[in-house]
């Protein structure tokens, strides 16, 4: 009898114990996120928050309504300057304005590779005593250098403060993500990126882990295989990883760093470029109205992902004082001229196949990230190829800064807890098809 009773208030305070639990969380405000996530691309870097409860995740505003900031930084005589307001001086002051850094990041060049990559730079490099890349400056009458990583610290710095802004209190932890391929040493600097910018930096995770979270992939059960595929504006990277129970393993890397969205544009210039000469009988050579049209062409490219056609129409100045370029391009016409590329998407998708000795069949899931996998045509391809739709449903252009904001979630204990992502480390050696 007394035992009974015993249980029956055990039974009732567990009762009051959750619904407790349940009122709490009804009605208290949510926890904070404790960890930001922040994906520090190529070319543009995000900061993102996940929520428990909700278990969604925020990605910030950082700059005028833009997610995505460029990962761009300059150096001026009113200051340091990051993002769109960096790109937007960029033609006046080129040889201080920095951009693909993460190219250089804990990087090691020899002199003669130095001298190669400089070409496609207007700012200029050097090497320090270890044979690493620093950029050099000359502001204010004074030349100085600043290292990768310090550019690297100014972009999280401006998203550390959007972050704080949007929760009104200090954030001093982070998850970052890195390619696959990155090594200790790159790892390390991009971590001393983080530090640089005042955070601690709690964990690295590799972005197709990131883009594989961002799809729930770590609360699978059961053994998946992976392909993320990541088409940027100049670098394709493909990885297959193998997934259990929020475990993930890189089994193979491929990839062609000199084929994105840029090389697409270069098409369409080309294309008009050679129907100015035909329309005005001159070569189109000027500065200003050759940055105008690529400036056009890439708004082109992006509305051809939803139209069927669409117009194209710029004031040329160095064709006459009243010329209006006028024309109109269909999405079958880009796609002509850009077949040839577009197939190249196969290649490294082949390989990393060939590498793992999987069957195209044996591929679970195929995801998509960057931005350039927007393209209808690069769609329809990799659907071809594997006889099935690729995932789409998160967009491309924040599959990694989601995954890793969710991974910082997870590290911040927020409820309700789930497994977090554990990487084995990469063995696999990335092919480089160039
Ligand atoms: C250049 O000098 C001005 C005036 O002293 C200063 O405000 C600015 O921050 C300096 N620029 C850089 C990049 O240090
Ligand atoms: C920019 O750099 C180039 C080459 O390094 C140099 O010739 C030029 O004078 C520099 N321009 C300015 C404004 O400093
Ligand atoms: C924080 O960001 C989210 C997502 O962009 C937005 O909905 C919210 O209004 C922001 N809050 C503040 C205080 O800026
Ligand atoms: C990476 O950083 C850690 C700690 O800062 C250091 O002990 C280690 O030697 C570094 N490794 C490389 C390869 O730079
Ligand atoms: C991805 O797409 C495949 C094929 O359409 C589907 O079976 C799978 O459920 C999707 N997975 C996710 C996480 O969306």
Known sequence: MSSNITCIIL????????????????????????????????????????????????????????????????????????????EAQAEHNPNNTIYDAKRFIGKKFSKEELQHVQKQYSFKLELDEYGMVRFVISVNKTEKYVTPEDVGSIIISTLRKSAEHNLSTPVTKVVMSVPAEFDIMQRNYTKKAGTLAGLEVFRIINEPTAAALAYGLHRVLGFQNVMVIDLGGGTLDVSILNVQGGMFLTLAMAGNNRLGGQDFNQRLIQHFQGVITQKYGKTLTDREDLQSLRHHVENLKLHLTTYESFDIQLPLYSMGTHVIFKDKMTRTQFEDLNIDLFKKVLEPIEKVLEAVQLPREAIDEVILVGGSTRIPKVRELIQYFFNKPPNVSVDPELAVVVGVSIQAGIIGGMWPLTVSAVEAPVQAKKIQLN
């Open 11 to 86: 039974g009732t305070s567990i009762l009051a114990l959750l619904l407790a639990g349940y009122l709490a969380q009804k009605y208290l405000p949510p926890p904070k996120p404790k960890i930001v996530g922040i994906d520090l691309g190529t070319t543009y870097s995000c900061v993102g928050l996940y929520h428990a409860v909700t278990g969604e995740v925020d990605i910030l505003d950082t700059q005028d309504g833009h997610k995505c900031i460029p990962s761009v930084v300059a150096f001026s005589e009113n200051g340091i300057l990051v993002g769109y307001h960096a």
